[in-house]
T-cell receptor, first 112, second 114 residues
């Protein structure tokens, strides 16, 4: 079966660091994506991991451990505009398909 | 702006009706994906087309169908609509199908079934 788990909600303070965890159990694995989605808007791409380790991209970093079925998204120097939903998604199936299985998303609220 | 366009933005219809949602991918993108997002289900993959051919299928209902045309735009047809079909429907596109494959999402069509 397919199961992607993320915390439902998190709260953090402006300027702080927050880590959003994602665990997955899927029938196949061809990469893990993180997307940001503001309420009522389209998801926008943040990061992609296919090998174990840390990928850094400005204030955002994402980590993957394939053996543990685990990823996290790290957001540094939080800004009010970072208040949004963060979606973890696994690309499963054969390597020539783009089917993404999404978690329910983590709603992050950044407070002043 | 991702470069993916979807029409209409909002659609209100009645149970039992049929609607068509339209998506134009980013210039040069060959893959089109359809997703459904409802409050209780999150973002659910429906179907993927690559260069006119179906490439992957999710838990798409039999009442739903899609196609990708030679100019690469895609349409999602929803028939015999039920209240539970009310949701945001997103289209996404990507240059190819495999490998590193960032998907760019359109603004979505909000469907309300009354």
């Amino acid at each position: 079966g397919q199961n992607i788990d993320q915390p439902t909600e998190m709260t953090a303070t402006e300027g702080a660091i927050v880590q959003i965890n994602c665990t997955y159990q899927t029938s196949g694995f061809n990469g893990l994506f993180w997307y940001q989605q503001h309420a009522g808007e389209a998801p926008t791409f943040l990061s992609y991991n296919v090998l174990d380790g840390l990928e850094e991209k400005g204030r955002f970093s994402s980590f993957l451990s394939r053996s543990k079925g685990y990823s996290y998204l790290l957001l540094k120097e939080l800004q009010m505009k970072d208040s949004a939903s963060y979606l973890c998604a696994v690309r499963e199936g054969s390597s020539n398909t783009g089917k993404l299985i999404f978690g329910q998303g983590t709603t992050l609220q950044v407070k002043p | 702006d991702s470069g993916v366009t979807q029409t209409p933005k909002h659609l209100i219809t009645a149970t039992g009706q049929r609607v068509t949602l339209r998506c134009s991918p980013r210039s040069g993108d060959l893959s089109v994906y359809w997703y459904q997002q409802s409050l209780d289900q999150g973002l659910q993959f429906l179907i993927q087309y690559y260069n006119g051919e179906e490439r992957a299928k999710g838990n798409i209902l039999e009442r739903f169908s899609a196609q990708q045309f030679p100019d690469l735009h895609s349409e999602l047809n929803l028939s015999s609509l039920e209240l539970g079909d009310s949701a945001l429907y997103f289209c996404a596109s990507s240059p190819s199908s495999g490998g590193y494959n960032e998907q760019f999402f359109g603004p979505g069509t909000r469907l309300t079934v009354l």
